[in-house]
């Protein structure tokens, strides 16, 4: 068993009772998790777009669009071909060629199959990439472009992050602001 002596001896001097200490830490509520924003910022993503900095950045997340929607992403201008990378290890969850809306697309998984990432407006896919590979944070995956709707004469990526529901294996979910993450 412990020795409890220095404990109460503590307790006394800051006049507490001296099963105080031990009462309160028993009962003290655990942190609160950290939203979806700060444990992606921890995990320092990689910028998916080479040469791009951070500076050149505007938040459109809220921007309107048509029919009543909102972006619920974030543009990045970039000269068309330029490369695009994997912001962290994962999995390519669906490669698509949307005739409208995203035009060529990535969606890639996580580690922990809880958030998706999704690249869209892009020129083409990196060689060989295929449905279900691995792939490592940086690792090309495609390149800027204007596919899709996107205006002929301003190529971006067009970046979104979802978080998924537990136990979703899909690649939709609920729409976290990239700028927020990123900066």
């Known amino acids: 068993m412990p020795d409890l002596r220095g404990l109460a001896v503590a307790c006394a001097l800051l006049g507490a009772p001296a099963g105080a200490h031990a009462q309160a830490t028993a009962h003290a509520a655990p942190p609160p998790a950290p939203s979806p924003i700060d444990e992606l910022r921890a995990r320092g993503l990689e910028f998916p777009v080479e040469g791009v900095s951070t500076t050149d950045l505007r938040d459109n997340f809220s921007a ?64 060989g990439l295929a449905e279900g590979d691995a792939v490592t944070r940086g690792q090309v995956i495609g390149y800027v472009g204007t596919s899709g709707n996107a205006p002929p004469d301003t190529p971006h990526l067009h970046f979104a992050i979802y978080r998924l529901e537990p136990g979703s294996r899909g690649w939709h979910g609920s729409p976290l602001n990239p700028y927020e993450v990123l900066l």
């Open 64 to 127: 309107a669009r048509g029919r009543g929607r909102k972006h619920q992403a974030l543009d990045i201008l970039a000269p068309r071909g330029t490369p695009v990378v994997a912001v962290e290890d994962g999995t390519i969850r669906r490669l698509s060629l949307a005739n409208g809306g995203g035009g060529v697309v990535v969606y890639q998984a996580d580690p922990d199959d809880r958030y998706v990432y999704y690249y869209a407006h892009l020129e083409r896919w990196a060689e």
